[in-house]
């Protein structure tokens, strides 16, 4: 299993611009979620999905969008982008709605916006 | 709101030496703590979770966590770290969609 993978890697983005943030797992899982990491602050929920066709606002969504069509794939869409999005995004997913379950995630993708 | 306190943003040992992380939760009901560990330039992975049981918990690499919970701590220790633990560690209480994530604590393991 390659587990859940992110493209791109990196981005450097002009204000303004937008983007889609591809994620991917090959785990059959049901929940997938999109955080963003800033320095000394822990990972934030933007949004969450807990199947397809479902997707649900986490603590931080202002600015971003998801959909969910199938299992395997979420991608994040930033229509307009800002500065204050500059961060490294992280997918996961997770297997059950338990919450004793683990998340698996992906590698990240560094953002820039300038 | 639930929050998880991480006491240390910034560790610093040499090798061979003792490792202690402290994490504080805030009470939500049912307890499900996690550490997670984020190694330079790698994706978040977990190191070990308690849900119930025996509170002290072994997970991967030597790591054991103790879950207390008069003192709402889930600390992470190692008896001896090794410079391949360098590395971002997180705290987090809740799982799935509820997951609340620590400010995490960097170490740094000095060979």
């Known amino acids: 299993n390659a587990g859940v993978t992110q493209t791109p890697k990196f981005r450097i983005l002009k204000i303004g611009q937008s983007m889609t943030l591809q994620c991917t797992q090959d785990?059959?899982?049901?929940?997938m979620y999109w955080y963003r990491q800033d320095p000394g602050m822990g990972l934030k929920l933007i949004y969450y999905?807990?199947?397809?066709?479902?997707?649900d606002k986490g603590e931080v969504p202002n600015g971003y969008n998801v959909s969910r069509s199938t299992t395997e794939d979420f991608p994040l869409r930033l229509e307009l982008a800002a500065p204050s999005q500059t961060s490294v995004y992280f997918c996961?997913?997770?297997?059950?709605?338990?919450?004793?379950?683990?998340?698996?995630f992906g590698p990240g993708t560094r953002l820039t916006v300038t | 709101a639930q929050s998880v306190s991480q006491h240390n943003h910034h560790v610093i040992l040499s090798e061979a030496a003792s490792l202690e992380l402290g994490c504080n939760y805030s009470?939500?009901?049912?307890?499900?703590l996690f550490w997670y560990v984020q190694y330079p330039g790698q994706h978040l992975q977990l190191l070990l979770k308690?849900?119930?049981?025996?509170?002290l918990v072994k997970g991967i690499k030597g790591f054991e966590a103790e879950f207390i919970k008069s003192k709402f701590s889930f600390n992470l220790r190692k008896p001896s770290v090794q410079w391949s633990d360098t590395a971002e560690y997180f705290c987090?209480?809740?799982?799935?969609?509820?997951?609340?994530f620590g400010a995490g604590t960097r170490l740094f393991v000095k060979a």
């Open positions: 999905s807990v199947g397809a066709g479902i997707t």
């Open positions: 996961a997913s997770s297997e059950h709605r338990d919450t004793n379950r683990e998340q698996y």
């Open positions: 785990m059959n899982h049901n929940y």
């Open positions: 987090a209480s809740g799982g799935g969609f509820k997951t609340i």
């Open positions: 308690y849900f119930s049981g025996d509170p």
């Open positions: 009470y939500g009901g049912t307890v499900n």
